[in-house]
């Protein structure tokens, strides 16, 4: 199919549109097809055999930040309000150029000078995604001498929806704006391609970014509070005993290539899905799956049709879902299921990208990778070293939603860290990783627990989902509430009656 026939081929969905909940009758629009629209390659790369097979995450293929530049964001939070059902007015994405300038992690002499005056960081982090950034941004607004060790080069691509929810946005620093390149005021739901409907809000729902733009800027906000960082470098491990080590209340950080290890007081694994300081520290998973996501490029039109909607399938394949996150010129269209079934969970991407008439767009990156939630007793911490975000374990397990717990848990993990450095024994040291474990199980263990059990009930049945999120007002409002950030699924659980029988009943092992 060519890129003409693509576009034209959502005008020509077989749905025939749908009626909300108010009455409003809504037409089909790019994405509401029913049927699959033929033709085509999605033009994906083979990834999830890569992912499948090593048994750690696909290599991202892209490289390729199909960006010209930041675009200017906003900090606001969004109001409480009941869901209208009707047509938002839907601001576009702000081009006004955010001015990033030159690579944060181009500072290695400074870096090397400032380890010549003392050889000890107070605290090290390694890896520069929103985890690590937010740890060592809190870790230098305490006043302490912080270094963020990131392997790659930045901006570097990072496979992921990219979908800011309104616990992201209140757990960036203070006065930090996001590089908005969507804000979404509708989602279009469907059960695998069919029962497409729309659901509408006045209000901003969450916002959409780039994530090679958005980890950027959070690197240099913590450039800006003091932290140093060195990119290109791979921490190979660390060690906390053995010739390399000083001390006892120091850690030995060895980069790959390196000989002379950085040596830190305190270190924060930030290192994502396939953690080695996770490994380190013994994190434990329970849940892995795999998700297969394409950038593809659209022409205007087509752009224009997704500003301010996205679009969510549940798929196939038990606990799995598809996604199009529309970024101006360019749609995320994504999938996610269990890992294991790398074959089945492409052929629902091409099936998806397919249907939604998007096949004759080549896609500018097609990558893959594991997102991986946590064992519940799993440690989050050894001896000086802490681990959070992915590298913990820590993500939503039925929305796969990590940026918020990366930026959570990279905070806590920055200030508990600043105590770890100061612990002057063992012991001191334990008591404040029990802390920063205490902080992280109490907030984001809480939120998790309630997110397996969504999980179970939407992988056993996404059809009842589907219909409670399409057909009964007080199912989306809750969610609307969940993505502005306005509730989390705990509290709602904690303090909707209706809903915690809701879930007791439908989480019920089935005999
Ligand atoms: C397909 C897909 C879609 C997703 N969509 C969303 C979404 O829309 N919204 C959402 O909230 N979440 C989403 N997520 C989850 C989200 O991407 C992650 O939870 C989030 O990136 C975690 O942030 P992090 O900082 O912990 O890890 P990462 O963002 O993975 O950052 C880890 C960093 O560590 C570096 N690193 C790794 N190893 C080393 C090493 N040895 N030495 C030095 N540096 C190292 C890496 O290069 C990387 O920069 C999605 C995930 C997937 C797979």
Redo the contacts with the bound molecule.
């Keep these: 199919m060519s890129s003409e026939d693509a576009a034209g081929a959502e005008g020509r969905g077989g749905d025939t549109g749908s009626t909300d909940a108010d009455g409003t009758k809504e037409e089909p629009r790019a994405g509401e097809a029913n049927g699959p629209l033929g033709g085509g390659s999605s033009g994906t790369s083979d990834v999830e055999g890569a992912a499948e097979s090593a048994g750690g995450p696909a290599d991202e293929t892209g490289g390729a930040d199909e960006a010209s530049g930041p675009t200017a964001g906003e900090t606001e939070g969004t109001e409480e309000t009941e869901e209208t059902g009707e047509t938002g007015e839907t601001a576009g994405a702000d081009d006004a150029d955010g001015d990033v300038s030159a690579a944060p992690g181009s500072v290695p002499d400074d870096v090397l000078e400032a380890e010549a005056d003392d050889p000890v960081w107070d605290v090290v982090v390694?890896?520069?995604?929103?985890?690590?950034a937010s740890a060592a941004y809190a870790a230098a607004v305490a006043g302490r001498r912080v270094l963020l060790?990131?392997?790659?080069e930045l901006p570097?691509y990072?496979?992921?929806?990219?979908?800011i929810i309104g616990p992201?946005r209140d757990a960036l620093p203070p006065g930090f704006e996001l590089p908005l390149r969507d804000r979404v005021f509708a989602v279009t739901f469907s059960l695998n391609g069919r029962l497409t409907r729309t659901r509408r809000s006045r209000q901003m729902l969450f916002g959409l970014v780039n994530r090679a733009e958005l980890d950027e800027s959070l690197v240099e906000y913590a450039v800006k509070a003091g932290a140093r960082v060195r990119t290109g470098?791979?921490?190979s491990r660390v060690e906390q005993h053995g010739s390399a080590v000083p001390d006892r209340r120091t850690v030995a950080v060895v980069l790959s290539g390196e000989k002379r290890p950085v040596l830190a007081r305190a270190v924060v694994g930030?290192?994502?899905?396939a953690s080695?300081i996770g490994a380190h520290v013994g994190v434990k998973m329970d849940q892995v799956d795999l998700?297969l996501?394409a950038e593809i490029p659209v022409p205007q039109s087509v752009a224009e049709d997704w500003s301010g909607r996205v679009l969510v399938d549940w798929g196939p394949l038990p606990g799995s879902y598809g996604w199009v996150?529309p970024k101006g010129d360019t749609l995320t269209v994504?999938v996610?299921s269990a890992r294991g079934e790398g074959a089945a969970t492409k052929r629902y991407l091409e099936d998806f990208v397919g249907r939604l008439g998007l096949a004759g767009f080549e896609p500018s990156v097609s990558s893959g990778?594991l997102?991986r939630c946590r064992a519940e007793d799993s440690p989050l911490s050894r001896g000086r070293v802490l681990v959070c975000?992915?590298?913990a374990g820590l993500?939503e397990p039925w929305t796969?939603?990590?940026?918020?717990?990366?930026l959570r848990s990279g905070r806590l993990a920055g200030e508990w860290a600043v105590r770890v450095a100061e612990a002057h024994d063992a012991v001191d040291a334990r008591q404040q990783t029990l802390n920063y474990a205490f902080a992280v199980k109490a907030g984001l263990g809480v939120e998790m627990g309630v997110g397996r059990r969504m999980f179970n009930v939407f992988s056993r049945r996404p059809g009842m989902l589907h219909a409670a999120l399409t057909g009964f007002r007080p199912a989306w409002n809750v969610f609307a509430q969940f993505t502005r950030g306005a509730v989390s699924l705990a509290d709602v659980v904690r303090t909707n009656p209706v809903a915690r029988r809701a879930l007791d009943a439908l989480d019920r092992p089935q005999s």
């Excluded at 060790?149 to 790659?152: D, N, S």
């Excluded at 796969?400 to 990366?406: H, L, Q, V, Y």
Aim: proline share 2%.
């Design positions: 390694v890896g520069a995604g929103p985890a690590g060790l990131e392997k790659a570097r990072k496979t992921c929806g990219g979908g992201s470098v791979t921490v930030a290192d994502g899905s080695r998700g996501e996150f994504g996610i990778h997102t975000g992915d590298a993500l796969r939603e990590g940026i918020s717990f990366a």
